[in-house]
């Protein structure tokens, strides 16, 4: 076994990142920005976790759409942070169009005014719903207003129970309620937690009148996220160490050890080496998905911690459609009476500057599609576009590509949110990051963040301490 090298002077504070994704990456800023020696281990090639692009025949495809709102404030500081705020395109005002077969186009978009009433004349107008039931969802919105997201019985219920119990046909759920939850969460409105159902609904919608307007970007993830991620923590000083996965985070006699595997290492010269590594830290951050996290950890680090696979998985798949010319001038919609779910104008972060025209078909919860052969996908969504956009009936589909995310998120039902693991271990100097853990957010960008900036502010406050004690 042999020790990772590093240039860092042996008397800073050592704080070590496991993950690179968005919370590994917030945690290794921060912890450097408080004058931590950082070094970040990834176990894949890349950076970026969950958020991640590919090129294809000169045209650039994210691993799913990503959206944020205006209420994302950790994640947008983390924009700037890395110097990625301008090559992201935000609403000045929410407006979300809403497409469906034979129906006029709608929307739901607020105006000016306080909330909850700047999204009252866009619901009293919904064609999507009766008269009756557009009155009793204005009901069931002042009701969810009332709810408090911290309030941890609301995991008890189903969000489909609490709708019902408002008078919430099915109807109303599928055409307005599933529109939001869907996208936000990654789990039906029917089946969601109540409480994940609650804080979308009262920090995105019903509170402050601006939290919703939407978000994109306007560049292929991975340059927006991983590679000028890449640039800042290393201008930063930090040391990034990819295609080296962490085994095991260990007390030792000096601080904490953390086990490396390197045999995803290409080896050119062909010559036989040892793969196993460890690197030593006054403090670590485990910024891994749930279902990594517990096994890199002693038992019983964290409460909860052989259940954590019991918070489960939600895929997402996304369907990307070059059609020969424009057939929208529409960023994105949202759709009724198709399965098309939500569909977004990807041309100009795909780099298509010919006159083609990029759609991305967003899948939530698509356990349903994720075994489906792409090309029975692509002909499906194809007739399910020229169903929404006339224009696109006469177009050609000249490129398509499927790209499926089989653990883009956890399973958001009731009796998860115990589950959810706070950032302080019960090993000193331990924290864990990451959307799954109890940041009260659904599994997000946002929530990633959150949870790296607190991990990596209390890794070097932690580093750092135990660094003046003369380790
Ligand atoms: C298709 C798709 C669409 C989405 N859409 C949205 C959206 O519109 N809006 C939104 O806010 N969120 C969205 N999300 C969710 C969001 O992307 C994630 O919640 C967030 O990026 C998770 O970040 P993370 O850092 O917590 O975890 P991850 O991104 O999963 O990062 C964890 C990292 O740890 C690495 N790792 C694992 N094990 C080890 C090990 N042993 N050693 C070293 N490294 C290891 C992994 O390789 C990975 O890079 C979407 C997700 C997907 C997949």
């Known amino acids: 076994m042999t020790t990772t090298s590093s240039s860092h002077d042996s008397s800073q504070p050592r704080v070590v990142v496991i993950g690179g994704g968005l919370a590994g990456l917030s945690a290794a800023l921060e912890a450097a920005d408080h004058g931590a020696a950082v070094t970040l281990f990834e176990r894949r090639p890349r950076l970026g976790g969950a958020t991640w692009s590919f090129e294809r025949n000169g045209i650039w495809f994210d691993n799913g759409q990503h959206v944020y709102m205006r209420c994302c404030t950790a994640y947008q500081a983390f924009l700037a942070r890395i110097g990625s705020a301008d090559d992201v ?75 019902q119990a408002h008078n919430q046909d099915t109807e109303a759920v599928e055409s307005f309620w599933n529109l939001i939850v869907l996208p936000t969460v990654n789990v039906n409105a029917a ?61 030792a006699s000096q601080g904490l050890e953390v086990h490396l595997d390197g045999s995803l290492r290409s080896d050119v010269s062909g010559a036989e080496h040892d793969n196993a590594q460890v690197a030593t830290a006054d403090a670590v951050v485990v910024a891994v998905p749930h279902d990594a996290a517990s096994d890199l950890l002693p038992p019983n680090t964290l409460a909860n ?22 057939v929208t001038n529409l960023d994105f919609f949202a759709t009724v009476g198709s399965d098309a779910q939500f569909v977004f104008n990807r041309t100009e972060s795909a780099g298509i500057d010919d006159g083609r025209q990029c759609l991305a078909v967003s899948l939530s919860a698509a356990e349903s599609y994720i075994g489906m052969p ?21 177009a050609e589909v000249t490129e398509s590509m499927v790209t499926r995310e089989r653990s883009a998120t956890f399973m958001g039902y009731p009796g998860t949110d115990p589950l959810r693991a706070p950032c302080e271990s019960r090993l000193p100097g331990v924290y864990v990051a990451g959307a799954w853990t109890d940041t009260g957010w659904p599994a997000t960008m946002e929530g990633a963040v959150r949870s790296g900036t607190t991990a990596g502010r209390l890794a070097a406050r932690h580093a750092s301490e135990s660094a003046s004690l003369g380790r």
Do not use: C, M
């Open 305 to 326: 911690q052989h259940q954590l696979n019991d918070l489960g998985i939600s895929p997402i798949v996304n369907v990307h459609l070059v059609y020969d010319r424009p």
């Open 191 to 251: 089946d969601v937690s109540l409480k994940l159902a609650a804080r979308v609904f009262v920090t995105g919608l019903l509170t402050e009148a601006t939290a919703a307007d939407i978000g994109w970007a306007r560049k292929p993830l991975t340059a927006l996220h991983a590679d000028a991620g890449a640039r800042a923590l290393q201008a930063a000083g930090g040391e990034i160490h990819s295609r080296l996965a962490a085994t095991a985070v260990r007390s």
């Open 89 to 163: 395109t935000l609403q000045r005002r929410l407006d979300v169009p809403v497409l469906a077969p034979h129906v006029r186009r709608a929307a739901i978009k607020r105006t000016i005014g306080p909330a909850p009433l700047h999204l009252a004349p866009s619901l009293l107008t919904y064609p999507h719903l009766s008269l009756r039931q557009r009155l009793a969802a204005v009901r069931a919105g002042l009701a969810l207003r009332r709810l408090d997201p911290h309030d941890r019985d609301l995991d008890q219920a189903t969000f489909g129970d609490w709708l």
């Open 374 to 394: 792409s090309a029975d996908l692509v002909t499906h969504f194809k007739a399910e576009i020229a169903r929404l956009l006339p224009a696109a009936a006469d």
